[in-house]
């Protein structure tokens, strides 16, 4: 039964729209607000969600926490963001979901991009990696991205779990996207908004995950993120991202990105990205 109203709620949140695009202009995205989102439950429940953005305006980033993260993203029209995440601390039963938006005007010359994807690893229904990129256009750089899960209708669902990246790659021409689900079963849609060049400074934090870590991608001071993810390398079933959201600071304080991860699995990496404007 709390499967089957999941699997409603998540189909709720992506009936808003499809794929979103602005016309041509300068892209020059400022005034940043954010809207928050509190999803609770009980311990080790997946939970779904999300935020909308003010009415004119569109989302350059989303971001969740204090669960094990299957997936987060934009809503597909852009006016919003969504998280799905087990509520894995029996101490701290919420999952905080942000989105980070601005004036849709001041996205003008953005499009989106999406791929699908279905791993077809060992036998069908084993959890396997799924992990795929989506490239934007010749010309513009990735930014804001994230990936959900569709059944064989195309309907969105709660699959997925352990969170492995949801970042923009190193030279920021496409947004990546891993998490397990079954093999030959799930079907993974990684998404993207492109913007015409030139691309924000790149910043990477890496941080040791021993049990458990977290870290914050600064940007330069004067600079301010306009979106950020992170990633965590090797990807092994048994690591998760708990963490990944913008951090907005008052100067002199520095704003960037934030993310936390934990393991049993030696050797991890958590890497925090900040795309800074």
């Known amino acids: 039964m709390r499967s089957r109203r999941i699997l409603a709620l998540v189909a709720t949140l992506f009936a808003a729209g499809l794929l979103f695009a ?20 009980q311990a080790y429940d997946q939970v779904a969600g999300s935020v909308s953005c003010p009415a004119g305006m569109k989302a350059v980033s989303a971001g969740g926490g204090n669960a094990n993260l299957a ?55 084993d959890y396997v990696l799924f992990s795929q990129t989506v490239t934007c ?51 993974l849609v990684v998404t993207t908004q492109c913007a015409p060049l030139p691309a924000p400074t790149l910043v990477s934090t890496p941080y040791a995950v021993n049990g458990s870590a977290g870290g914050y991608g600064n940007c330069p001071a004067g600079h301010v993120p306009l979106s950020g993810g992170a990633s965590l390398d090797p990807p092994v079933q048994n690591s998760t991202l708990v963490y990944t959201e913008v951090v907005r600071n008052t100067a002199p304080n520095l704003s960037g990105w934030y993310a936390s991860a ?9 890497r925090v990205i900040s795309q800074c404007l």
Do not use: E, I, K
Request: net charge negative; aromatic share 12%.
């Open 22 to 41: 602005t016309s041509a202009a300068a892209f020059a995205p400022v005034n940043f607000t954010q809207r928050w989102a509190n999803l609770t439950g």
């Open 137 to 187: 256009p010749t010309g513009t750089y990735a930014f804001g991205g994230g990936g959900y899960f569709v059944d064989s209708s195309g309907s969105p669902t709660p699959a997925g779990f352990n969170m492995q990246t949801d970042a923009p790659t190193a030279d920021q021409t496409g947004w990546s996207f891993a998490t397990f689900a079954r093999s030959g079963v799930d079907t």
């Open 71 to 125: 997936s987060v993203g934009l809503t597909p029209n852009g006016s919003g963001a969504f998280v799905v995440g087990v509520l894995n601390n029996p101490n701290y039963l919420n999952l905080p979901l942000v989105a980070d938006c601005v004036p849709a005007a001041q996205l003008a010359g953005s499009t989106s991009r999406s791929v699908t994807f279905q791993a077809h690893t060992g036998n069908v229904g």
């Open 262 to 270: 934990s393991t049993n699995y030696p050797g991890v990496v958590l």
